[in-house]
Nanobody, 124 residues
Framework: QVQLVESGGGSVQSGGSLRLSCAAS????????MGWFRQAPGKVREGVAA???????IYADSLKGRFTISRDNAKNTLYLQMNSLKPEDTAMYYC??????????????????WGQGTQVTVSS
């Protein structure tokens, strides 16, 4: 049974940093494409960043330079380092895993498994 558990969310002030983690189990983590998505109240879920099994990465254009995605296959864990946080980054952040993310994109329908999410709140 595939399970994704996010952690690391919380409340920070504008300009602060957070590091999200996603612990994966129930599948061969290294073979899957992994991604972070977020959804703010009243808004559509959007892709934040993704990392393929070969380590290549993609980011939402608006987040490049502030967020960094990484993975540790030995620990079956996905990370999202978020710096220079802004109030508009406030959202529920979700981890996702895709068996075959081809082409490699941030389209949510390409990802098969999802975590329950971790809340990030940025105050001004």
């Amino acid at each position: 049974q595939v399970q994704l558990v996010e952690s690391g969310g919380g409340s920070v002030q504008s300009g602060g940093s957070l590091r999200l983690s996603c612990a994966a189990s129930g599948y061969t983590h290294s073979n899957y494409g992994m991604g972070w998505f977020r959804q703010a109240p009243g808004k559509v879920r959007e892709g934040v960043a993704a990392i393929a099994s070969d380590g290549s990465t993609i980011y939402a254009d608006s987040l490049k330079g502030r967020f960094t995605i990484s993975r540790d296959n030995a620990k079956n864990t996905l990370y999202l380092q978020m710096n220079s946080l802004k109030p508009e980054d406030t959202a529920m952040y979700y981890c996702a895993a895709g068996v075959r993310v081809v082409p490699f994109t941030l389209r949510s329908w390409q990802y098969d498994y999802w975590g329950q999410g971790t809340q990030v709140t940025v105050s001004s």
